[in-house]
């Protein structure tokens, strides 16, 4: 499985961006994706994880209530919708293949490229 992140940018606190993991291969849909960030001097940290199919979710507690991840499999996508975005949000993320669920970057064998997300005061 190949990934490619897009979607970062800047954007001012309280705002809105969405993150897409596009996956080539025709396995995509066997395997949980994950997003994960990290931010300058910091150590990479999970963000969000979905299921094969989409119907089973886990986020971290810093962005519980405020981002979304969901996933069209006939498009091979995954989707990291991220609102009221804060400074502390700012970092690179990054999209990631495992065959089983897992919120640690440790276990996932592919990943993508990353996006910087910006978020100013």
């Known amino acids: 499985v190949q990934l490619q992140a897009s979607g970062g940018g800047l954007v001012q606190a309280g705002g809105s961006l969405r993150l897409s993991c596009a996956a080539s291969?025709?396995?995509?849909?066997?395997?949980?994706i994950g997003w994960f960030r990290q931010a300058p001097g910091k150590e990479r940290e999970f963000v969000a994880v979905?299921?094969?199919?989409?119907?089973?979710?886990s986020y971290a507690d810093s962005v519980k209530g405020r981002f979304a991840i969901s996933r069209d499999n006939a498009k091979n996508t995954v989707y990291l919708q991220m609102n009221s975005l804060k400074p502390e949000d700012t970092a690179v993320y990054y999209c990631?293949?495992?065959?089983?669920?897992?919120?640690?970057?440790?276990?996932?064998?592919?990943w993508g490229q990353g996006t910087l997300v910006t978020v100013s005061s």
């Open positions: 990631a293949a495992d065959p089983v669920y897992s919120d640690n970057s440790a276990t996932y064998d592919y």
């Open positions: 291969g025709r396995t995509f849909s066997r395997y949980y």
């Open positions: 979905i299921s094969w199919g989409g119907g089973s979710t």
